[in-house]
């Protein structure tokens, strides 16, 4: 499964000071571990408002639907972020999560870790866009622990999801 399994549902607003929705990556978004120049591995910093009536919880997420890998590249899961949650800041994704609200954990990404891993395309493969998007969800847990797969998450935002935020950066390596 992937990111474009996610049914449709209502929009609600979300702001970063890390980017801008159409804008490219600041270097603080890319990937220090995967050999980009000047990376950083920073999750965004985001804030959001205007879920839809009856939200419980939250889920952040960054997912890369150009990469050359069936289903698309997850770089980011947090869930369980409790629904009084308005805002995560900027390197909330560290492996370990310290910055990340009580009761909400991180799931692996597609490097295999527990963290916010940044934007790396292999280069030459051209720009690819980076979907961050916030779900509201009906539910303050989604019944995932920390070993679920990104596949078991979207099965769960299919069910759950109320509405989503959206913001959408992109990055090239030539």
């Known amino acids: ?7 449709r549902v209502p929009s609600f607003h979300l702001a970063s000071e890390s980017l801008r929705d159409g804008d490219a990556l600041k270097p603080a978004q890319t990937s220090k571990r995967f050999g980009v120049a000047g990376g950083k591995d920073e999750s965004p910093q985001l804030r959001w408002s205007g879920a839809p009536d009856g939200t419980k919880g939250y889920v952040v997420t960054v997912f890369d639907p150009d990469a050359p890998k069936a289903g698309g590249y997850w770089h980011w899961a947090v869930v369980n ?12 994704g560290t ?20 963290g916010y891993l940044g934007a790396a395309p292999p280069p030459g ?3 690819h866009r980076y979907i961050v998007a916030v779900h509201a969800v009906d539910v303050e847990e989604l019944g995932l622990d920390a070993g679920a797969s990104t596949g078991a998450l979207v099965r769960k935002l299919t069910s759950h ?6 913001i959408t950066g992109h990055f090239e390596r030539r």
Do not use: E, W
């Not at 492996?95 to 527990?114: E, I, M, T, V, W």
């Open 81 to 92: 972020v409790p629904s009084s949650v308005r805002s995560l800041p900027a390197g909330a």
């Open 95 to 114: 492996q370990g999560g310290s910055d990340l609200p009580s009761g909400a954990f991180q799931l692996k990404n597609d490097a295999g870790f527990s």
């Open 125 to 127: 493969h051209g720009p």
């Open 161 to 166: 999801t109320l509405g989503r935020a959206v």
């Open 1 to 7: 499964m992937s990111y474009a399994d996610l049914p």
